[in-house]
């Protein structure tokens, strides 16, 4: 794919040079290696693509929505017949290999399409009404069945096997049986329901690994999806869709989301990677730090050695193969885990009551300190961090030194100088009050406790970031 180059400028977002070059922030955010959308800077060179930028002359919309249908194990659903309502018409669809339809616009707010699917005995059943946002956007739709191909099979014979006794299979997986009186029966393996009421979807590869870690840490296991999903770059894959503009008939290339954890992701701005995007830093201090999930790999590989005192260092010529051990899904698991709880003890000694919460709220916490560290994030649910930086009194011969970050310091490394300032001037010129809010609204729209459940009522409801605060013991201030 070809690329042209754009110079961010001061009071740029990600969503609006997406919308003006015809892609989504999502794309830009993919192509670039940027992890939090809000996280652009003026001067920064961002690629976008020419066989999208290149083909929205005349392409007026406020909502561009790009619609994927997928089974009950996460796989796409082909030749589905479907028909979208909105208020310039009525549109007929046919999904695709990766199950999507044509691009759905809508030419104003409020004009939310209504999705109808046909139904395998006639008829058809209405699935989702959409709302509408500005820009483009991407939706999947998720049916609770899955369709199967069955061959033809004589009814007498005996049971493959004890029909009392069926063999465990995985979610799409098929199987042909008889019952004790000959007949054929098909069973089809499906993620839901399970004891662990765990929905995973197409990253049910991951279970076993999420259901160990939730173990080791005393979390259920959603709650390890939910940070594990806000933190994991997702597999994307580029399709092109004919659509009708102004009368005119033309193409369009998009990179849409599989929704799929991607373990071997970086960020070229750092030198994070994996599935949980560590910092190589970090990642290596898990490997030496005794009793975690990467220590007991690195020792049973002979990448460590030992002194008198029971401290690990890492052989040099091993470092890379630790660091190479990001890209493994159980290990990017296990460590976010492992580095998650150690942050979290540290907090629990300075007198928190994480336990008044509930794992979904618990889980907020734990992102909170593998985004701000235990430090910043001690001084987050203190309520005491300031607008700017901290330093030492200099003394002769020697320099202050940083004590800790200030709010401005901490949203400008997120979103950039001039979203930040543009933030703080909503928020009456105040960068404390920002920052806090900033964060509290990723944390909250991000940790989804419950979007990994098979039932989600059975699982209790998440308070707000800011309302736990004040529950586990910690103040927020006063604006």
Not at 255 to 277: C, I, K, L, Y
């Amino acid at each position: 794919m070809e690329y042209d180059i754009y110079v961010v400028a001061r009071g740029d977002t990600l969503s609006r040079i997406a919308q003006a070059h015809g892609t989504d922030a999502d794309q830009l955010a993919s192509l670039n290696g940027i992890r939090e959308p809000n996280f652009i800077y003026p001067g920064q060179k961002l690629k976008i693509p020419k066989s999208t930028s290149h083909q929205t002359d005349g392409d007026d919309f406020y909502s561009e929505l790009w619609v994927r249908f997928v089974d009950a194990v996460g796989k796409p659903i082909v030749a589905l017949v479907t028909r979208v309502v909105t208020a310039s018409g009525e549109y007929h669809f046919t999904t695709d290999d990766m199950g999507f339809i044509p691009p759905v616009q809508t030419q104003e707010k409020g004009d939310n399409p209504h999705i109808f699917v046909s139904k395998m005995g006639g008829g058809e059943k209405k699935v989702a009404t959409l709302k509408s946002h500005p820009g483009v956007h991407q939706h999947t739709l998720r049916s609770p069945k899955v369709k199967i191909r069955v061959p033809l099979r004589k009814h007498d014979g005996l049971p493959d096997h004890d029909p009392g006794k069926p063999i465990k299979l995985e979610p799409g997986e098929v199987q042909h049986n008889r019952n004790l009186d000959g007949h054929p029966v098909i069973n089809v393996g499906v993620e839901c329901p399970n004891k662990e009421n765990l929905r995973l979807g197409q990253n049910a590869k991951y279970r076993d690994y999420i259901i160990a870690a939730g173990k080791k840490s005393g979390f259920e296991p959603q709650a390890i999806a939910s940070v594990v999903n806000i933190e994991a770059a997702k597999k994307r894959v580029t399709i092109t869709k004919t659509k009708t503009i102004n009368g005119k008939t033309k193409k369009t290339t998009k990179t849409v989301s599989t929704g799929e954890w991607d373990s071997d992701s970086s960020n070229p701005r750092s030198t994070a990677r994996g599935m949980t995007q560590f910092l190589a830093g970090t990642w290596l201090g898990e490997a030496t730090r005794p009793g975690t999930f990467l220590n007991q790999k690195s020792v049973e590989n002979c990448w460590l050695k030992k002194d008198k005192a029971g401290r690990y260092t890492i052989l040099p010529e091993h470092k890379n193969d630790i660091l190479d051990l990001r890209t493994n899904a159980e290990a990017a698991i296990m460590a976010a885990v492992d580095y998650g709880m150690y942050n979290f003890r540290s907090l629990e000694s300075n007198g928190y009551q994480f336990g008044k919460l509930n794992d979904g709220e618990r889980a907020k916490i734990l992102y909170l300190t593998h985004h701000l560290g235990s430090g910043d994030a001690n001084r987050y649910l203190a309520g005491t961090i300031v607008e700017e930086d901290t330093y030492s009194e200099a003394k002769p011969h020697h320099p202050s030194r940083l004590i800790s970050r200030g709010a401005k310091t901490l949203l400008i490394a997120q979103i950039g100088t001039g979203a930040a300032a543009k933030r703080a001037k909503e928020n009456g010129d105040n960068y404390v009050k920002a920052h806090r809010f900033w964060l509290s609204n990723l944390i909250d729209s991000g940790i989804n406790f419950k979007n990994f459940a098979c039932d989600p009522t059975k699982l209790d409801d998440v308070r707000p970031l800011l309302e736990i605060v004040t529950v586990a013991g910690g103040k927020n201030p006063t604006f």
